[in-house]
């Protein structure tokens, strides 16, 4: 039987909120890069080092096309104090840290297979986020429809659009991903130590002092206690979604039960999330997100 880690992801999500709710370029002989809109169509799961697709063949230009696609639309974002700034600012510099990762000697054992999954996790992202934006709220997954929707009417604090994101992606797209892409090598080996790898890069990244300068000067200035501890749990447990998916994978009824319950619990994390960090006339953190929006409106484009 595969260990539930539920109740531990709960458990530091709850601390979690507790504590946070209160408080490179390429060489010269790199070829020209590739727009992200370019590689979409022929970018799919199956990772092949050979392919001419970058991302499908793990080339580390495709994480720069991510990363410029993400620049691109955080930007916008920014502009105009879009409350889903935060995490797209949350995403992108946790991106830019992994790029450092991915091209430092030895950090990881597969890092053409690791591009290839960041690009296919950054896909998931930016499927939810424009099938939000372009109306088809079907077609929006129930987690990202909570965080997207309270990110639109300006319903949450700063620090909740950022822990509805990270919510979202990792609670319900890193099972599927994980899964689509494969827990195993050719050979058979598993892929479980690049993926916790990803943990020690993930105790670089900051931007919290980023997103006090910019956003709203309400928000901690480091990361908070607790923000790590939250993240690799959420993680761990995608891990063992993804296999509960390769192990009903040819049971059609099994495999729909074990989806609908990574939905489920996405869905339901998002709603607590949401209720602890709302605005309104009875609520802790204010009645609404107007000191915030000032804020940005004079701030958002501050580079110290």
């Known amino acids: 039987m595969l260990f539930d880690v539920r109740g531990i992801v709960t458990t530091f999500t709850t601390v979690f909120l507790a504590l946070v ?74 991106t830019e840290e992994y790029r450092r990762a991915a091209v430092e000697p030895g950090f990881f054992a597969d890092p053409g297979f690791v591009n290839h999954e960041d690009a296919v996790f950054a896909r998931y992202y930016f499927q939810a986020y424009d099938a939000w934006h372009r109306g088809d709220v079907a077609g929006t997954p129930a987690a990202w429809r ?46 479980k130590a690049d993926h916790d ?25 480091t990361e908070p206690p607790g923000y790590m501890a939250a993240i690799q749990a959420m993680r761990e447990q995608a891990w063992r979604n993804a296999e509960r998916l390769r192990l009903a994978e040819h049971d059609p009824v099994q495999l ?20 602890s960090g709302s ?11 107007a000191a915030r929006d000032a804020y940005c409106s004079v701030n958002w484009n501050r580079t110290a």
């Open 21 to 94: 709710l209160t408080a490179g370029s390429a060489s010269a002989s790199d070829p020209l890069f590739t727009e992200w809109t370019e590689l979409l169509p022929g970018l799919t799961s199956g990772y092949d080092p050979t392919d001419a697709n970058d991302c499908k063949s793990g080339k580390i230009q495709c994480v720069d096309s991510v990363i410029r696609e993400m620049t691109k639309r955080f930007d916008r974002q920014a502009a105009a104090c879009d409350h889903d700034a935060m995490f797209a600012l949350t995403y992108l510099r946790t």
């Open 146 to 191: 909570v965080a997207l929707e309270a990110a639109d009417k300006r319903q949450v604090t700063a620090n909740t659009n950022i822990l509805l994101g990270l919510s979202a992606h990792i609670n319900r797209d890193l099972p599927y991903v994980l899964w689509e892409i494969g827990l195993v090598g050719p050979d058979g080996t598993s892929r």
């Open 197 to 221: 790898k990803v943990n020690e890069f993930l105790n670089r990244v900051s931007f919290y002092p980023e997103a006090n300068r910019r956003f709203d000067s309400s928000l901690p200035t």
């Open 256 to 275: 729909e039960l074990v989806k609908q319950s990574i939905e489920n619990f996405a869905y339901t994390e998002a709603l607590s999330i949401k209720s």
């Open 279 to 289: 605005y309104g006339p009875l609520s802790p953190n204010g009645s609404s997100s």
